[in-house]
């Protein structure tokens, strides 16, 4: 254990958090808007704190938990694409990120670490919300680190790129590196989903997995407005295709020993896939738990922070507060 406390908003399924805690943080608040969401941290961390509400309303004066953490944690609902995105756009995601911004002004944590999207690092239609983050955080003490991430530099069997903002104040600022890629091999599909495969008798479960040897395409959880649980947009579906997977719904459990793998067939001939496998594919433990229905499950997976890269950020921002470089070797980034 570290000894290093944080608060994680917008928490979601608990993936951010998860390896955060496996990085030896200690949450002292979670937050999200989502009763599902929430019913799944309380379920897998009892003794977590954890509170329902929308961070547009949260305010730590009422929580003084929130205040001299030395962590402040969000993976924010991801924004979307848009050339006419602006400072002073009304996109929830958008307004999301401020709020991020203002509840760092408010608590004043070490460090803050905001995930999302790599367009929000990238993309100059971007550069508004980059440039509000820096106004409001630079004058408060903090250096501004921007960086990508793939989860599958991280053993996650995911091709999954994340935006990545590390803010921390300026007295340990010059330690901070952004983390290095923890597998030299990625970890492929059917490595990953090879135990689950064979558990119920299916004969041909090490044919699949012998030919399964990419990552996954990123799992994309979609948002409470759209629909049920589903694969993607054409070319992710494409890729699931080519590893024999039937793409056009999940399955309930692993195929069973009357079940024969032939993709030349056609549909009939795939294999579906578990949303309880796809938990397996954002680097959740098997163990944990979903609150909900397919629906709330998957969107809670295809939303999560896979918990390595969380793991990943925790100990590179543990590494910054517990052993500083000297102030004259900074290492800041602004896109």
Not at 36 to 45: P, S
Not at 260 to 268: A, L, Q, Y
Not at 280 to 294: M, R
Request: glycine share 8%; with cysteine.
């Amino acid at each position: 254990m570290t000894g290093l406390t944080f608060v994680d908003v917008c928490s979601g399924a608990g993936g951010l958090a998860l390896g955060l805690e496996q990085a030896g943080f200690s949450p002292r608040l979670l937050l999200d808007i989502e009763r599902h969401a929430c019913e799944t941290l309380k379920a897998n961390r009892p003794h977590w704190n954890v509170l329902e509400a929308d961070l547009l309303d949260f305010d730590p004066v009422d929580h003084p938990e929130a205040y001299d953490v030395d962590l402040l944690a969000a993976g924010l609902p991801r924004v979307k694409s848009s050339a006419t995105v602006t400072r002073q756009s009304s996109d929830a995601e958008i307004r999301l990120i401020q709020a991020t911004a203002y509840l760092a002004h408010a608590v004043q944590p070490r460090a803050l670490v905001v995930e999302n999207v790599p367009t929000l690092v990238e993309e100059d239609s971007f550069s508004p919300i980059r440039d509000f983050l820096h106004k409001e955080l630079e004058h408060l003490g903090y250096e501004l680190t921007w960086f990508v991430l793939n989860a599958s530099d991280f053993g996650v069997p995911q091709d999954r790129r994340q935006g990545i903002l590390v803010a921390v104040k300026h007295q340990w600022a010059s330690a901070f590196r952004p983390p290095r890629p923890t597998v030299h091999e990625y970890v492929s599909v059917g490595e990953a989903l090879a135990p689950s495969m064979r558990s119920r008798g299916w004969p041909d479960a090490d044919r699949w997995v012998a030919q399964a040897t990419s990552v996954a395409p990123t799992l994309v959880g979609g948002s409470k407005i759209h629909g049920g649980p589903d694969f993607g947009p054409s070319g992710t579906k494409a890729r699931w295709r080519r590893m024999g997977v039937y793409t056009k719904s999940f399955g309930n459990e692993p195929p069973g020993p009357d079940f024969r793998w032939d993709p030349s067939v056609g549909d009939n001939g795939l294999v579906r896939i578990t949303v309880d496998q796809t938990a397996i594919l954002q680097g959740f433990p098997e163990d944990w738990q979903f609150a909900g229905g397919k629906t709330a499950h998957y969107r809670q997976v295809g939303n999560a922070a896979p918990p390595a890269v969380g793991e990943a950020l925790g100990r590179a921002v543990v590494k910054a507060l517990r052993d500083p470089a000297p102030s004259n070797a900074g290492y800041t980034s602004s896109p």
